[in-house]
Nanobody
């Protein structure tokens, strides 16, 4: 089984930066596309960013494009989300997810493994 553990969340002010990390267990991490999703209070979980298994291609949601960057280190079984110029509307629980396929999808249901989430709160 693949275990995912997020870290790096916290309380910051608008305009600040945070870097989220996701540590994965398992021997097949390098074969999985990875994604970051978030869920704000009263809203559905939404796609934030994804990265192919090799790290050669990324996809970012329009709402975060130019501000957030996803990356991975397959040698360390980690994926990160660098979040810059944070806005209050970025406040949410952020989840790391793994898909048993090398390509990225924005569809929540196509990711097989999920972390427990880490809270990001951005004050104005």
């Amino acid at each position: 089984q693949v275990q995912l553990v997020e870290s790096g969340g916290g309380l910051v002010q608008a305009g600040d930066s945070l870097r989220l990390s996701c540590a994965a267990s398992g021997r097949t991490f390098s074969s999985y596309a990875m994604g970051w999703f978030r869920q704000a209070p009263g809203k559905e979980r939404e796609f934030v960013a994804g990265i192919t298994s090799s790290g050669g291609s990324t996809v970012e949601a329009d709402s975060v494009k130019g501000r957030f960057t996803i990356s991975r280190d397959n040698a360390k079984n980690t994926v990160s989300l660098q979040m810059n110029s944070l806005k209050p509307e970025d406040t949410a629980i952020y989840y790391c997810a793994a898909r048993r396929w090398p390509t990225v999808t924005v569809q929540t249901g196509l990711y097989a493994y999920w972390g427990q989430g880490t809270q990001v709160t951005v004050s104005s």
